[in-house]
Every structure is written in structure tokens, then in C-alpha cells.
């Protein structure tokens, strides 16, 4: 409960520092899925829903060098950059990994009058306590 708690809080703090930096609509971050993987001891599957208001997004970030993520957008278009790739839409249905360690320059909504909603896997360390690391990009 702890970390479900604490990853929402860093995901927050995330989301508010978008919002006052660029006046856009902050992402909200919700941990739905939290448990470690019976057949490989010390990794974990962590389903965490991010929903963006019209023209939210997320400031630049980095996931742990542990996480492998899997993404696919629930609903809307997602705007989405790794590792300074240029950037591509992402409409429901379809779906993008990120390697461990990457940059993820870019995450935002790609609409500015409809919401977006994505899931994103994590196959993570399971004492990872941190799943966003803001950068300056």
C-alpha cells in the first residue's frame, strides 16, 4: 500500500509541476495493478492508468534501469517521444514499449478538446520505490 501510495505521490508532484510550468492540463496517475511475479523472484507487474484532460501531458521523465514498459492507449491519441525519437501519435488500440533506462521526452495528450486515457505495464524490480524521475531535458 505504501508504494501504491508513494508512486502516486511522485506521480503527482509530476503533475503539478507540469501544470504551473506550461498552464496545460496536468495527467492524472493511478496505480491499478500491483503484484510480484510468482516465477521470477524480485520483479514485479505494475499496471499504472495515466488519463489526460485535453491538452494535458507530463513533464520529460525517466522510469527505473529495471522497468520495461509496455503501453497501450485506452482511449483518445497519445503524443509520445523516447529517447529523443521524433514524435508520434498513438491512437486507442495502439501501443509502444519503452526499454529500460529510456527517456520518455515526450508523453502528452494529443488533443486539445478530447480526453486520453493509457495503460502502462511496468515489469519493474519489486523494491523499486520510484517510477518517474523528472528530468531537464
Do not use: C, W
Not at 501504491?4 to 503539478?16: D, Q
Not at 499504472?48 to 482511449?75: C, K, N, Q, R, W
Request: hydrophobic share 40%; aromatic share 8%; no cysteine.
Amino acid at each position: 500500500m505504501f508504494t501504491r501510495f508513494l508512486s502516486a505521490a511522485v506521480f503527482a508532484a509530476l503533475a503539478i509541476t507540469t501544470a504551473s510550468a506550461g498552464d496545460r492540463p496536468a495527467g492524472k496517475v493511478t496505480i491499478v495493478f500491483d503484484r510480484p511475479l510468482p516465477n521470477v523472484p524480485g520483479k514485479s507487474m505494475k499496471g499504472v492508468l495515466v488519463e489526460y484532460e485535453p491538452g494535458g501531458s507530463s513533464p520529460a521523465h525517466m522510469h527505473p534501469d529495471s522497468a520495461f514498459i509496455y503501453a497501450t492507449v485506452l482511449d483518445g491519441a497519445i503524443r509520445s517521444s523516447v529517447n529523443g525519437s521524433p514524435e508520434k501519435v498513438y491512437n486507442t488500440g495502439e501501443n509502444f514499449y519503452e526499454e529500460p533506462g529510456a527517456l520518455h521526452g515526450v508523453s502528452a495528450n494529443a488533443s486539445d478538446t478530447e480526453s486520453a486515457r493509457l495503460l502502462a505495464v511496468f515489469v519493474v524490480d519489486t523494491d523499486e520505490q520510484e517510477l518517474t524521475t523528472p528530468t531537464t531535458e
